[in-house]
T-cell receptor, first 115, second 112 residues
Framework: ETGVTQTPRHLVMGMTNKKSLKCEQH?????MYWYKQSAKKPLELMFV???????ENNSVPSRFSPECPNSSHLFLHLHTLQPEDSALYLC??????????????FGSGTQLSVL | KNEVEQSPQNLTAQEGEFITINCSYS?????LHWLQQHPGGGIVSLFM???GKKKHGRLIATINIQEKHSSLHITASHPRDSAVYIC??????????????FGKGTHLIIQP
């Protein structure tokens, strides 16, 4: 148990659906992240929130929309996705988001399949 | 070409064997992370190091800054060590917004 909880664990959606992924951390951290993990590829950073402010979106398509209502909760809203968006989506948190000089705590991920 | 290269990509060994996973990088870094990902997806941070060696239980991580190389060793390996091991580096410049560049991972299977 890492202290970072993601729901749902698995999600199957059609290209016209709208769904949301949820992440919650109970560690008192100030930075939260969304990562995408596709088969045979390195982890890709999608979004960073530091003290609830988005600091980077890394050129992610607009069909992915993050929301961070407070420092403990992070959402990823999905709409009109493409089959190539099928992947494992991981949430992580860290104390202050200081650019890789601190440990990351990951959730178990949401395995997303887009049909 | 990925700036972080791991070897081997896949490794199958027998229980009890000494395991070494390597990570080489081509940029200046301030920190290197070793992560473990079990089947099912969850990732656990094993080590973060910037010099020398760190040990935790049967796991040992070393780094040689001059040679731009790190190794993760597992002593007395056990089937529960089966996982994907990921190396990530914090570059002095560049990298993602979290400052980390990830390797593709080494898939380790320990057979009983």
């Amino acid at each position: 148990e890492t202290g970072v909880t993601q729901t749902p664990r698995h999600l199957v959606m059609g290209m016209t659906n709208k769904k949301s992924l949820k992440c919650e951390q109970h560690l008192g951290h100030n930075a939260m992240y969304w990562y995408k993990q596709s088969a045979k590829k390195p982890l890709e950073l999608m979004f960073v929130y530091n003290f609830k402010e988005q600091t980077e979106n890394n050129s992610v398509p607009s069909r992915f929309s993050p929301e961070c209502p407070n420092s403990s909760h992070l959402f990823l809203h999905l709409h009109t996705l493409q089959p190539e968006d099928s992947a494992l989506y991981l949430c992580a948190s860290s104390q202050d988001g200081t650019w890789g000089d601190e440990k990351l705590f990951f959730g178990s991920g949401t395995q997303l399949s887009v049909l | 070409k990925n700036e972080v290269e791991q070897s081997p990509q896949n490794l199958t060994a027998q229980e009890g064997e000494f395991i070494t996973i390597n990570c080489s990088y081509s940029v200046g870094i301030s920190a290197l992370h070793w992560l473990q990902q079990h089947p099912g997806g969850g990732i656990v941070s094993l080590f973060m190091l910037s010099s020398g060696k760190k040990k935790h239980g049967r796991l040992i991580a070393t780094i040689n800054i001059q040679e731009k190389h790190s190794s993760l060793h597992i002593t007395a390996s056990h089937p529960r060590d089966s996982a994907v091991y990921i190396c990530a580096v914090r570059q002095y410049s560049g990298g993602g917004a979290d400052g980390l560049t990830f390797g593709k991972g080494t898939h380790l299977i320990i057979q009983p």
